[in-house]
């Protein structure tokens, strides 16, 4: 199941692909990605990276969106930013259905163990039968793609 975030950006539908890109230039903790992607748009679109900065969000959202292969960092940041930005009820009943202390959809704690092979079968029905199929596997994916240790049971557990 896992696989590089920008593997993930790559393959989602354009019109998420947007509200994620709209949420990564939103995100107030990803400075350092969004100059990754402004120098990135300069150099493909033949802009000054002043003037891609004093666009308005929006049109940077659609300008970052219609890129395909950005970088691992930058995809990264954007798949966070569009889960915490669109998915956070997702994300909440999924920690819920695990019993996992969140706020949210924000994990509490700093050390979480690997969540137990059942637990994670029920809680993937849970969402499963709750939310979209395509936002339920985006969000298993970003979850084994980032932080592969702890949700490494998620592929056997979601049986794709």
Known sequence: MPVFPSKLWKDMPPATRLMAADAFWRDDQG??????????????????????????????AKMLAQVGDVADTVATRALIAYHFAHQRPLMAAFLDA???????????????????????????????????????????HTLATLDGETWAGLEAASGT
Do not use: C, N, W
Request: glycine residues 4%; aromatic residues 4%; charged residues 30%.
């Open 31 to 60: 400075m350092d990605q969004q100059i990754e992607a402004i120098v990135l748009l300069a150099k493909r679109l033949h802009f000054r990276p002043k003037a891609l900065q004093s666009l308005p969000i929006e049109r940077r």
């Open 98 to 140: 695990l019993g996992i202390a969140h706020e949210d959809g924000l994990i509490a704690g700093e050390d979480l163990p690997a969540p137990e092979p059942e637990k994670l079968k029920t809680a993937i029905a849970a969402v499963r039968a709750s939310f979209p199929a395509d936002d339920v596997e985006r969000y298993l």
